[in-house]
């Protein structure tokens, strides 16, 4: 209960203190379609995407474990 009383307050901070824009990113979305939810990060940060980069994101992480392996993309 502990982890979930820090999500709380962070997500009250976000939603009633926080100025800045605030752009959410649910696991849910990211599984299903974690390319859409990539451009939509970069978008947000204002970041160029590098198509190749996101291509081997989107390939290498299909069961999101965001780890990299021994050979690149």
Not at 9 to 32: L, M, P, Q
Not at 34 to 50: A, G, Q, S, T, V
Not at 57 to 63: F, G, I, L
Request: proline share 1%.
């Amino acid at each position: 209960m502990k982890n979930l009383d820090i999500w709380i307050r962070w997500i009250r901070f976000f939603t009633t203190t926080f100025k800045g824009d605030v752009h959410v990113v649910f696991f849910e979305n990211a599984k299903s379609d974690l390319e859409r939810e990539l451009i939509e990060m970069n978008k947000f940060l204002k970041l160029p995407i590098d198509e190749r980069r996101l291509c081997c994101t989107v390939a290498s992480n299909s069961q999101l474990t965001f780890r990299r392996k021994v050979t690149y993309c």
